[in-house]
């Protein structure tokens, strides 16, 4: 498995992605801007869009599937509850 999503010791950031993710960005940029294109603002406009709609789709899933979990079509057979949740449904 790659080293990317590794989080910092002391911080709990994905330190490692974050730097790949800018590298990758400046360079593309770099490379239409010397390539010569002309059209460096609108290919990191589609990037960011692009990404954004990544970014969105897996929050989508993460909230829908305990969801779908919990109602038994995929998946565990009970709903795992997070640190938080559990503390909220003692004190309820």
Known sequence: MPNHSLTHGQRKTPHVALFVG?????????LLYYSGAGVV?????????????????????????PAIAYFGLIGRKRL???PEEEFAMKIS
Do not use: D, P
């Open 41 to 65: 603002g609108a290919a990191l406009l589609s990037m960011s869009v692009f990404g954004a709609v990544i970014a969105y789709v897996m929050q989508t899933l993460a909230f829908v599937r």
């Open 80 to 82: 795992v509850l997070s």
């Open 22 to 30: 800018s590298v990758v960005g400046y360079g593309l940029a770099a």
